[in-house]
Antibody, heavy 124, light 111 residues
Framework: EVLLVESGGALVQPGRSLRLSCTTS????????ISWVRQAPGKGLEWVSV??????????EYAESVEGRFTVSRDDSRGIAYLQMNNLKTDDTAIYYC???????????????WGQGTLVTVSS | QFVLTQPPSASGTPGQRVTISCSGS????????VNWYQQFPGSAPKLLIY???QRPSGVPDRFSGSKSGTSASLAISGLQSEDEADYYC????????????FGRGTKVTVL
């Protein structure tokens, strides 16, 4: 069974940092692209970042709203992805989901597995 | 704020057919496949439709997806009470909006 479990969410003050972890099991982590998607309370889904597999150079991309403040990384030996969040703002308050990207036969990607999410609250 | 346009709500009585639209542009829906996610309150989203019209195993065949040009649709045929949830469309965006963009979500209510 494919599992993704997020951890590290907490209540933090604006300007502080936090690191989220996504611990996976049930699949070959190193072969897969991992994204982070967030959902502010009562709001819709917002893609945050992606980290590709080593085969694709472990390249990363970020949403404009977090560019320069968030850094995504991966530890293929442990099957864990991380999201380092610096200079947090109140607008970053959300549930953060770790998701596995899968490439379909037609070549397009989709999020086939989601973690349960971890809540980050940024407030003074 | 949301690159893809969805209606905020849709409703129907049990057994009816409900359709949710998702409108985008040439940089997203027009050139890429659309995926749909279902989310119940307090739970993580779940993949419902991928690559415009493909159902993962376990998804009932009353759910179907389609795409034409820069728009996509999710149809629920034979609406059931357990289908009451939020539904999000998503796709790849080739412009600086991307790479991934979502719709605002549509709340489906079973009357």
């Amino acid at each position: 069974e494919v599992l993704l479990v997020e951890s590290g969410g907490a209540l933090v003050q604006p300007g502080r940092s936090l690191r989220l972890s996504c611990t996976t099991s049930g699949f070959t982590f190193s072969d897969h692209v991992i994204s982070w998607v967030r959902q502010a309370p009562g709001k819709g889904l917002e893609w945050v970042s992606v980290i590709r597999s080593e085969i694709y150079g472990a390249t990363t991309e970020y949403a404009e709203s977090v560019e320069g403040r968030f850094t995504v990384s991966r530890d293929d030996s442990r099957g864990i992805a991380y999201l380092q969040m610096n200079n947090l703002k109140t607008d970053d308050t959300a549930i953060y989901y770790c998701v596995r990207d899968i490439r379909s036969r037609s070549g397009y990607y989709y999020f086939d597995s989601w973690g349960q999410g971890t809540l980050v609250t940024v407030s003074s | 704020q949301f690159v893809l346009t969805q209606p905020p709500s849709a409703s129907g009585t049990p057994g009816q057919r409900v359709t949710i639209s998702c409108s985008g542009s040439h940089s997203n829906i027009g050139g890429n496949a659309v995926n749909w996610y279902q989310q119940f309150p307090g739970s993580a989203p779940k993949l419902l439709i991928y690559s415009n019209n493909q159902r993962p195993s376990g998804v009932p065949d009353r759910f179907s997806g389609s795409k034409s040009g820069t728009s996509a649709s999710l149809a629920i045929s034979g609406l059931q009470s357990e289908d009451e949830a939020d539904y999000y469309c998503a796709t790849w965006d080739d412009s600086r909006n991307g790479p991934w963009v979502f719709g605002r979500g549509t709340k489906v209510t079973v009357l």
